[in-house]
Nanobody, 117 residues
Framework: QVQLVESGGGLVQAGGSLRLSCAAS????????MGWYRQARGKQRELVARILSSGITNYADSVKGRFTISRENAKNTVYLQMNSLKPEDTAVYLC???????????WGQGTQVTVSS
């Protein structure tokens, strides 16, 4: 069983920065794809950024050039560095681990990011 714990959310002014962290339990972190999703009030959950076990990354068009996803396998942790934040980035941010062996998704509890204008 995998547990994911996010941290680093909060309230920030537009143009500011935050770094989210997600720590995973278990021993499959290094072989798993990790992702950050977000869900704003009244909207569907959307992919923000994803990083494969190889280190290949992809981003939503809305965050390209502003957000950076990275992983530290020795610490079973994935990060999301968010710069130049905008009010439309306000959402609950959720960490995801995809276990490709069984095609199972694991989710964290989410961390709130609020960007004021």
């Amino acid at each position: 069983q995998v547990q994911l714990v996010e941290s680093g959310g909060g309230l920030v002014q537009a143009g500011g920065s935050l770094r989210l962290s997600c720590a995973a339990s278990g021993n499959i972190f290094s072989i798993s794809a990790m992702g950050w999703y977000r869900q704003a009030r009244g909207k569907q959950r959307e992919l923000v950024a994803r990083i494969l076990s190889s280190g290949i990354t992809n981003y939503a068009d809305s965050v390209k050039g502003r957000f950076t996803i990275s992983r530290e396998n020795a610490k079973n942790t994935v990060y999301l560095q968010m710069n130049s934040l905008k009010p439309e980035d306000t959402a609950v941010y959720l960490c995801n681990l995809f276990d490709a062996r069984w095609e199972v998704n694991y989710w964290g509890q989410g961390t709130q990011v609020t960007v004021s204008s």
